[in-house]
């Protein structure tokens, strides 16, 4: 009679360990850019990121060639504080109503024009250091150049 259980125990641990795993090896975006901006005063510059994540054809580019990249993540991980400003279209990718403001805000502050993507480097202070875009670069010559920005 308890050999249900066990095997329920089994799959529960499973997924557990799992979810754990994966969430170990997510990348390191804060959810809120107030947080970011607090831990960017710590003495990491700020990556604003400006994308359009299902439609903007760069944007899914970058994600895909550098955010997602083990070497971007391993260095951003100890060098950098990451925000991303989405501005999905598709309904199903809706973000909820007081993320949308905040990116609203934060377009109407540095991205009036409507750049995507738009890179942004700020410090502690919220001044921007410097800005790119998308470019066909490896993760490691992305990071040379947003090191460049910061100094």
Same mark, same amino acid.
């Given at each position: 009679?308890?050999?249900?259980?066990?095997?329920?125990?089994?799959?529960?641990?499973?997924?557990?360990?799992?979810?754990?795993?994966?969430?170990?090896?997510?990348?390191?975006?804060?959810?809120?850019?107030?947080?970011?901006?607090?831990?960017?005063?710590?003495?990491?510059?700020?990556?604003?990121?400006?994308?359009?994540?299902?439609?903007?054809? !760069?944007?899914?580019?970058?994600?895909?060639?550098?955010?997602?990249?083990?070497?971007?993540?391993?260095?951003?991980?100890?060098?950098?504080?990451?925000?991303?400003?989405?501005?999905?279209?598709?309904?199903?990718?809706?973000?909820?109503?007081?993320?949308?403001?905040?990116?609203?805000?934060?377009?109407?502050?540095?991205? !009036?024009?409507?750049?995507? !993507?738009?890179?942004?480097?700020?410090?502690?202070?919220?001044?921007?250091?410097?800005?790119?875009?998308?470019?066909?670069?490896? !993760?490691?010559?992305?990071?040379?150049?947003?090191?460049?920005?910061?100094?």
């Amino acid at each position: 009679m308890l050999f249900p259980q066990i095997q329920i125990l089994r799959k529960t641990i499973y997924i557990l360990t799992f979810m754990s795993v994966m969430t170990a090896f997510a990348q390191d975006w804060v959810a809120h850019y107030g947080e970011a901006l607090e831990m960017a005063k710590e003495g990491r510059p700020l990556i604003l990121v400006f994308s359009g994540s299902d439609w903007c054809t !760069p944007c899914i580019k970058l994600d895909r060639n550098i955010w997602r990249s083990e070497v971007f993540k391993a260095y951003a991980k100890e060098n950098y504080v990451l925000y991303k400003a989405d501005f999905p279209r598709k309904k199903i990718n809706g973000l909820s109503e007081e993320k949308i403001k905040e990116n609203r805000a934060l377009a109407e502050k540095y991205n !009036p024009k409507g750049h995507f !993507p738009l890179i942004l480097v700020l410090d502690g202070k919220a001044l921007v250091l410097g800005s790119t875009g998308y470019h066909n670069w490896s !993760p490691e010559e992305y990071i040379a150049y947003l090191n460049t920005l910061v100094k």
